[in-house]
């Protein structure tokens, strides 16, 4: 099984505040991707890299930010969280087109 | 938009019946890949498909890959309360990107 982390698994948070939710892995693939998903509906691609110095944005429109510094770090961060920031975001790597995801953070913005 | 069109949304069945979930694209797929969500949990890569006309099982589980590469389905045989969860098919793309269809939740009664 692929060793992808992601913390916190879960968050609640006043609006406002500046958020950032941590991704790494530990198998030194290059590609790193942040999905957003709200429950029982589909993955959304909010950002993507394909190495060091390397992001996307990706098809949802998204607040959030991320850095890519390191191969295997790819943190997401929120400068001022809303109540419409509320899902699941999902951290995931590959080796080819395979992906391997993290067990997510659910953020809850009050 | 959409890449990848995934039917039916949800799915009932109870256990020990077939289930069927199918993927349609109008481009020409170069790979299609099926990923399974178990509920509250993250998305695990099930297979990966490739060539024109492929078949791939795994246990119950029958993978299959359109002639033309513009569809794909998953069939369980004789499912059991343990296949609970969100399938999705997975397009592949040229610059490494991948888009996922909406996802069959589907539920078994036992």
């Known amino acids: 099984e692929a060793d992808i982390y992601q913390t916190p698994r879960y968050l609640v948070i006043g609006t406002g505040k500046k958020i950032t939710l941590e991704c790494s892995q530990t198998m030194g693939h290059d590609k790193m991707y942040w999905y957003q998903q709200d429950p029982g509906m589909e993955l959304h691609l909010i950002h993507y890299s394909y190495g060091v110095n390397s992001t996307e944005k990706g098809d949802l429109s998204s607040e959030s930010t991320v850095s890519r510094i390191r191969t295997e770090h790819f943190p997401l961060t929120l400068e001022s969280a809303r109540p419409s920031h509320t899902s699941q975001y999902l951290c995931a790597s590959s080796a080819g087109q395979k992906l391997f995801f993290g067990s997510g953070t659910q953020l809850s913005v009050l | 938009g959409q890449q990848v069109m995934q039917i039916p949304q949800y799915q009932h069945v109870q256990e020990g019946e077939d289930f069927t979930t199918y993927c349609n694209s109008s481009t020409t797929l170069s790979n299609i890949q099926w990923y399974k969500q178990r509920p509250g949990g993250h998305p695990v890569f099930l297979i990966q498909l490739v060539k024109s006309g492929e078949v791939k099982k795994q246990k119950r589980l029958t993978f299959q890959f359109g002639e033309a590469k513009k569809n794909s389905s998953l069939h369980i045989t004789a499912t059991q309360t343990t296949d609970v969860g969100t399938y999705f098919c997975?397009?592949?793309?040229?610059?490494?990107?991948?888009?996922f269809g909406r996802g069959t939740q589907l539920t078994v009664w036992p």
């Open positions: 997975v397009k592949g793309s040229t610059l490494g990107r991948l888009y």
